[in-house]
């Protein structure tokens, strides 16, 4: 798969009971935020705030439950151990990820949750622990009016023992005709729990105007930083990257591009 390793590319069987998947693929957590947000892919996409946990892995295997009329999903993936199989010492470094999801008519909730083993930090034992990110995202979307909100937790980011991590988000959208699309974002973070003057948020406007198979788009992104932080627009793969040059300062960012669906 390695030809393929910027997006998804993987091997599956597909019937009534569900589908299977083996290569290189979104974990469900990331999938579980890509289907509530406006800013996908581009300058104001929220994952410059979440922490990383956003992930497409290789050597994945995932299940998706099969389409339910009531509109109840879900997968379930599981990651090869990345560790030193010959080393009977070495910490497991493998990795779950789960979300299970309802969504009747224009309504949509689901929740998600990702445990990465500690060797997945640190090979060797007792180093570190496991990681655990917990999601809850919840959407109304008519087609003309839409309404997006997240939360995030974090338990021993990283591998630390005990560093806590939040974020909550909200979105919003507004088409008031087939060629015009008007939307924004707030996310904040606090990275540590435990410390003060080190969150961070991010604001996005923006305004689409689709064309048949082009759809052309304007955005603007601030990311706002506390005293203690230094955090950047476009922590994610949609580009490069802005940092402000100091704590506190903020960063922001204007787009103007298109996207084109074939």
């Known amino acids: 798969f390695s030809p393929f390793t910027s997006r998804n590319s993987f091997f599956g069987l597909e019937s009534r009971y569900g589908t299977l998947l083996g290569g290189n693929h979104d974990i469900p957590l990331r999938t579980l935020g890509r289907k509530i947000t406006y800013f996908e892919d581009t300058i104001g996409d929220f994952r410059s705030t979440t922490m990383g ?37 070495a910490a497991t470094a493998d990795a779950f990820s789960g979300i299970l999801t309802f969504a009747p008519g224009d309504f949509l909730v689901g929740v998600g949750y990702q445990s990465t083993a500690s060797g997945n930090f640190n090979p060797e034992p007792d180093e570190a622990v496991s990681e655990g ?114 704590s506190g300062k903020s960063a922001s960012g204007l787009s103007l591009g298109f996207w084109w669906d074939f």
Not at 148 to 169: K, P, R, V
Not at 198 to 217: C, E, I, K, R
């Open 53 to 89: 946990v956003d992930e497409r892995l290789d050597q994945i295997l995932l299940y998706k439950l099969p389409r339910f009329d009531s509109g109840l999903g879900g997968q379930l993936s599981y990651r090869l151990d990345q560790g030193d199989w010959t080393d009977p010492t």
């Open 133 to 246: 990110v917990f999601r809850a995202v919840g959407q109304f979307d008519n087609g003309s009016f839409g309404l997006s909100a997240l939360y995030q937790g974090i338990e021993n980011y990283g591998g630390a023992d005990g560093l806590a991590a939040m974020t909550l988000g909200l979105e919003a959208m507004f088409m008031p005709s087939p060629r015009w699309r008007f939307k924004g974002s707030y996310y904040g973070t606090d990275p540590n729990t435990d410390l003060d003057d080190n969150s961070y948020a991010q604001f996005a406007l923006g305004v689409d105007h689709p064309m048949d198979a082009v759809t052309f788009y304007l955005q603007y992104a601030i990311m706002m930083n506390d005293e203690n932080q230094r955090n950047g627009l476009g922590n994610n793969d949609w580009g490069a990257s802005v940092y402000p040059s100091e």
